[in-house]
């Protein structure tokens, strides 16, 4: 049986490989066309892909040890839904999700039909010389279908810290926005082998970039939001360069989507949106890099299995120097003058792009640093988070700033001094405020109260401006999503900005019968006791919350004892209140008598979130609402 | 005609401007900044050998040494780091992580005082059991003590 799936799904990866490599040929004959043949392979690509796909779950479902993925991270007893998340939670199943998307991408694109044919096809066609890329790594380099050499009765297991249901979805959904911009990336490469980079174009890629952008947007925060209630730190974000690695692609993209709305409403800005798709893809291939080679662990991990490492940063560079070679060629005539004014919505935009670009390196050498001293100089260094804070702080308050005036500002030309005069009381009293209250209050500083202040702003006027147009008539207007994204934007900052003010922390070595307390609320621990979970001992405390008196609710924090590996882990107990969470944390007792819990007050948290997803949202209704316009025409 | 040559020499150059500020805006920032937030990290032996900036905030990995811990209170706790040669003593208020344990690799984050001992602030460790921080790996094959694979 395990033989015949071992012959099966290998023969299916060479199938997609050798249909990928068939697709590529129109890359060297442009004006051969089939139509048919393109979505033909296509398919071909997605169904044996998928069915690989599914015979890897398949194997981890009845724990198959006989191959040695399924042996290296899963075992018999762990609970259905984690053999499921395990087949992506290691570096070769991973890499076969990555290829799933890719062609699942490359299916749903061959599916329309676009007048541009030619540029569509070359789309195709790029796209499929990736996807014969990275099949030709996992069929060589890191086959998910590994017979093992020797009979295992068990598997080893999976990390229990990535036993979490949202882990099980945050890879594919981080996956969705990494690959989504390949299909972005394949977009730029065929604009530019057909010297059509235009109006056109950016209405063509404009749904697929937004819809990549809020993957990418709904990955990171998935993942946020897990090491927020699993690491039990009471954070939700680190500066880890684990994290960083996704930011770099974001920022990127958020580069990109605004330069695609210039293109396809003042038709310039090209090569700016030709260098963004290039960056956004290059960034996802390192940052899938830096977290699935072990680099980040140690640089010396690399030197352990430099095939997988080199297949990649070759990829890279290819990626890299191809698409920069190909736009060293055709940039002159792609590109088309700026007839807007100096005072435009499209200048607002440059300059948030500027300083996207800069918080982009700020990011990228924060996370760089420390990999190049250890590789050159064999010096273990870190980056400490203040690092990230102190920089990115005024550069947001300029961004704010930006995001407030541009939509205000016409495609055209406006006159600066009328948007100034216009607003000049909000400003003013702003301003004033932001200052008197940084000089009274010492909780806030100014540059904390300035966030404040312009977030609240921005949130004002994208809210109204949204609201206005969707309200007046019937018909949604296209910047309804700009001003949902760009509101929930200022919400995510002020929690941002409450959150890290506000936030309270106080450990104790507590006993049962102790009552804790920390800003108004009582914390009465009342029993600790054994218990069995799935496949874990656990030891769970049982905490009322009090105020006032009155019980209002119950903390069951949890220290678990896994065996397969051997961990420990603490699990968190958070209670969501409207506007602050209340998050308590138990550590391994020191001594027989006492354990140590840490209480939290986490002030808008719910209000963060609800920022991020209104953001998301944002991005998916410019992604379909266009899409309507372009099937009316 | 040359009004508008003009012109467009005058918007590239305004912009080519701008972002010459916000560039050097931005180099300024990091340079200042990346130069106060990094942490160093060190072996025990580093720590006696060389004549290292005392005062500053520092890392400092290796094994827990057997037998050496031991509570001044219940949340002031003192142990030993090794490399397998020489040590450090530290001291330590707060919780310490689930996986604090002797003979295990550990990393604190803290200051190394000028008397030898080390105040740590932080206790860093990671969820899995045989974990080991590659840099005590590291620390501990420079010291000749590295019993693994």
Redo the contacts between chains.
Sequence with gaps: MSTTIYYISNILIIICLVSSLLQTRYLFNINKFNNLSVSFLATIQLFSILIAFGLLIYLFLISDFSFELVYLNSHSEKPLIYKFSGVWGNHEGSMLLWILILVLFNFFFSLFSFKRKIFQNLTVSVQSLMIFGFTLFILFLSNPFKLSENNYADGIGLNPILQDPLLAIHPPVLYLGYVGFSLVFSFAIAGLICKEIDKTWASIIKPWVFIAWSFLTAGIALGSFWAYYELGWGGYWFWDPVENASLMPWLAATALIHCVVVLEKKNTMQSWTIVLAIMTFSLSLIGTFLVRSGILNSVHTFASDPGRGLFILIFLFTVLFGSFFLFAIQSEKINKPDLSSLVSRSTGIQINNWLLMTILSIVFIGTMYPLATDLFFNQSLTVGPQYYAITITPLIIIFIFFMIFSPRLGWKESKLINLIMSMRFILISVLSLSFIISLYFDLFNLSEITIIFLSLILVFTSLKSGFSLSGKNTIIKSNLGQNIAHAGFGIFMIAVVSNAVYSKEKIYDAKVGDSLELSGYVFNFKKIEQVEGANFNSLKAYIDLEKEEKTLDEFTPEIRFYSDPPTITSETSIIHKFFSDIYVVMNVPQNQQSVSVRLHIKPFMNILWFGVIMIILGGLITAFLKRTRIDEV | MTAGVTE?V??RL??FL??LI??S??VL??VY??K??????YSPSDLIEENLNRGQII?LGGLVKTDSVF?ES??IFHFKVSDGNVHINVKYE??????FAEDKGVVVEGIYMNDGRFIANKVLAK????YMP??V??TLKDSGNWQGQ
């Design positions: 467009k005058k918007k305004t912009k701008l972002s916000i560039v805006i931005a920032l990091i900044n990346l106060d937030n990094i942490v160093y990290f890392r509570n219940e949340s707060g919780i310490l992580p689930n996986l969820h899995d059991e045989n590659p840099e790996i590291q």
